[in-house]
């Protein structure tokens, strides 16, 4: 959780040193117990995983404890689903709770609390609408907010009501609990906030045994207060809720722990409200909670991305008190870091141009040596077949070559990767669109590793797959899910939804990748030399290979290309 400074020594974020501060003081009695607090109305996001590592890695660097809390207060949005994808997510990202717990765990020791408030003139039942509480308050300007005229109802009065509230003899909406602290304070917050509201839905875990549920902001400190939490650490949202979180606490006269806020993670071309993530699955915008264009971290995980690459994004990135845009590519240079070192080669051809070797013998079949990670001695090599006739990319021809441009090309040579040097001969075009099908090409045998010409130098090398012995894979070319780096920057009348990148997945079919991942499992991750990283899909079967592209190589002749397409 620290990061190094240019002298080398590592400094302390903010958390830390409030946490370096209460240890000295004994503040805690030098305990450090945080918990990592989602609701289960959604996946989580990559946003969550930089909390995740904050309160995990908070109390493992303390030797301390971290509680996953499920704050289930809302039966009308959370589902089972999310509850099971959300402790998943955080054993995927690395780390194991201490404690298992949810809000509703608590629901009868709630309740008596704030009967406990009633009985000490600190709420009221209040009967008006949620539309008329929210005019009453004032909205934004204190001057406007008056009283609730159920504000002076009797301690018996309110008491009968509540009961009766939880017994269900009222419609839902009909009436709230209100903390009785201010009419017209300058945080709004503390405009007597309501802490229940009638509500009849069935829950995942209570079922319908209640019908009155707690807000959260009346669950949420005292359920931190019930663990003993010490250091409840929060999204800078609930910094203006902080009064009321230690309100609550000390009316009731119960254990306090801290709460410190930080700033939330915001990515460029992507959206981190649940909201509206929800809007894009339910829209049919995207294929569902793990597409892999989805900001979740079941959709980055299906993508490829590794949990040691998010760790690292989440260090990298460190914590703040203030808000800003992350550029995605930083972590997009987490992944590639990560699988450079950890993923093995393989070469795979995304659009196959044929090449025929006419000087290589019909139906003989050879091997070539080649290397699974330059960047790990220890993962060795392994054999890849090499045939008369080999696909190359597309993109390695051109009939008219560019400046600049060192790969195939009529008359020139380039090495085939692990192999030997070729020469173009002969192009050959379909005779109805003059498109260009297939090169008659002739090979150098001298120049294979070993032979007496293996040093000899070209500009180009590239790489190949044997027709005869390549197997056929669809690969799924992902890019950003939005074509603007901030989604909400719209013109009137529009939303963040007419930002939808068209091009953010481009399906291939017909590619052609090496034997040796016929059987590859899903998950698996490689590198496909010169294109990027990818990962075997789920949508995978038997004789059907699904890649996903995690994410690209820097190719810089491609910005080249642009730039000079940009100049023409």
């Not at 959370?78 to 780390?95: L, T």
């Not at 017994?167 to 009436?175: I, K, L, M, V, W």
């Not at 030997?420 to 099908?437: L, S, Y």
Request: with cysteine; charged share 30%; proline share 5%.
């Amino acid at each position: 959780m620290s990061t190094n400074t240019d002298a080398g020594t590592p400094s302390r974020n903010f958390i830390q040193q409030i946490i370096d501060e209460d240890n000295r003081t004994g503040k805690f009695q030098g305990r450090v117990h945080t918990r990592f607090p989602p609701e289960p109305n959604g996946y989580l996001h990559i946003g969550h995983a930089k909390s995740i590592c904050l309160n995990f890695g908070l109390a493992q660097e303390y030797g301390g404890k971290c509680n996953l809390r499920f704050d289930d207060t809302n039966p009308t949005k959370e589902e089972q689903e999310y509850v099971d994808s959300i402790m998943d997510d955080v054993r995927w990202v690395g780390w194991q709770w201490d404690g298992l717990f949810y809000a509703s765990d608590y629901f009868d020791q709630l309740y008596e609390w704030a009967e406990q408030l009633v009985k000490t003139s600190k709420a009221y039942v209040d009967d008006l609408s949620a539309d008329e509480v929210t005019a009453h308050r004032g909205a934004l300007d204190p001057k406007t907010a008056k009283p609730s005229p159920y504000r002076d109802r009797s301690i018996d009065e309110n008491l009968d009501l509540f009961r009766r509230m939880k017994a269900g003899e009222f419609p839902d909406g009909s009436r709230t609990l209100r903390a009785k602290i201010s009419v017209d304070h300058p945080n709004v917050n503390l405009r007597d906030p309501v802490l229940y509201r009638i509500l009849r839905a069935t829950h995942h875990r209570t079922g319908d045994k209640w019908c009155i549920y707690p807000t959260y902001d009346w669950a949420h400190g005292q359920s931190d207060s019930i663990e003993r939490i010490t250091h409840s650490i929060c999204t800078l949202e609930f910094e203006n809720h902080r009064p009321l979180y230690d309100w609550c606490i000390q009316a009731l006269g119960i254990y306090a722990p801290q709460q410190i806020e930080f700033a939330r993670l915001s990515l460029t071309y992507t959206v981190m409200s649940k909201r509206k993530l929800l809007e894009l699955v339910r829209g049919g915008h995207v294929r569902g909670w793990d597409d892999p264009r989805m900001p979740t971290i079941a959709g980055i995980r299906r993508r490829g991305y590794t949990p040691e690459s998010i760790r690292a994004f989440a260090a990298k990135i460190g914590v703040s008190k203030y808000e800003g845009t992350i550029d995605i590519a930083v972590l997009e240079n987490c992944v590639r870091d990560d699988l450079n070192k950890r993923a093995p080669r393989a070469m795979g051809v995304l659009r196959p141009l044929k090449v025929v070797l006419t000087n290589y013998a019909a139906g003989q079949t050879q091997e070539v040596e080649a290397i699974n990670n330059p960047e790990d001695a220890s993962a060795g090599t392994r054999k890849v077949p090499l045939s008369r006739v080999v696909y190359i990319e597309q993109d390695d021809f051109r009939e008219a070559p560019p400046k600049d441009y060192h790969r195939l090309a009529p008359g020139r040579e380039v090495r085939l990767r692990y192999a030997f040097i070729i020469k173009c001969e002969k192009v050959v075009k379909d005779e109805k669109t003059g498109e260009v099908i297939e090169l008659h090409c002739t090979f150098d045998p001298d120049t294979r590793s070993g032979g007496p010409a293996a040093n000899r130098k070209v500009k180009g090398t590239i790489h190949w797959v044997s027709a005869e012995h390549a197997v056929s894979a669809e690969v799924r070319l992902y890019d950003h899910l939005f074509a603007k780096p901030d989604p909400g920057d719209v013109a009137e009348g529009e939303n963040y939804l007419s930002n939808l990148n068209p091009n953010s997945l481009v399906v291939l079919t017909g590619c052609r990748v090496e034997p040796n991942l016929a059987s590859a499992a899903v998950g698996s991750r490689f590198q496909f030399e010169r294109q990027g990283y990818f990962c075997v899909d789920k949508d995978s079967a038997p004789g059907k290979l699904v890649f996903n592209r995690t994410v690209s190589l820097r190719d810089t002749w491609a910005k080249i290309e642009k730039s000079q397409q940009k100049k023409t």
